[in-house]
């Protein structure tokens, strides 16, 4: 069965939609004669990966909710936070927004408590996206702050330019002139390290 996951994958990747989508029903079945719901939820997931990708977002949606329904009966909380993400991403996609910042805030909670940090501030800067939506800079501005400092802490710099350079236009459309001058110090230094490492 690990194979014919490999194989779903694979379909995924070279774009074979409904050969992946067939793959990964063949194994929902068979590890629902197990009542494997981890699994089961693992499966619901690749099929809303599929769909997704495919364009068919609210299909992908609805598989990633049956996904979750899965996931909620076993203990597997990386499963969960997983499928969070993805159907926060679907919502947002479709201008859902505060369908997604929900689903963000609960892959964050999942994401403290697994001790990841790398979700969590992603997380984070989605939910600070979704604020900035709405209107409430001061609270995009907080949520930006904190998956900054969490990027500083637990060395992830892709994320922690892209929360910097968010951070860097809500300085700028308010006058935060010292605060900006910060942000650019910082994304130069960044930007100088990456170059010299890729050198």
Partial sequence: MQALMQLAGLDYAH??????????????????S???????????????????RAGRLEEAKRRYQQGLAYSAESPA?????????????????????????????IADKIAS?????????????????IQEMKGNRRGALELFRDAAQMCRDFEYPERLVS???????????AGLLVELDGVERELAGLR???HGAVS
Avoid: W
Wanted: with cysteine; aromatic share 10%; charged share 25%.
């Fill in 192 to 194: 100088a390290s990456h």
């Fill in 77 to 105: 909380a990386l499963i969960t936070m997983n499928l969070c993400v993805a159907a926060g991403d679907v919502c947002f996609e479709l201008g859902q927004i505060d369908e997604a910042d929900g689903y963000f805030a």
């Fill in 15 to 32: 774009q074979r939609y409904d050969a992946a989508i067939e793959k990964y029903s063949i194994l929902f079945a068979y590890y629902a």
């Fill in 163 to 173: 929360v910097l350079e968010r951070l860097r236009a809500l300085y700028r459309n």
């Fill in 34 to 52: 197990g009542n494997a719901k981890e699994m089961q939820a693992m499966c619901l997931q690749g099929i809303g990966d599929v769909l997704r």
């Fill in 113 to 129: 408590k697994l001790l990841n940090p790398s979700t969590k501030a992603d997380c984070m800067e989605k939910q600070g996206i």
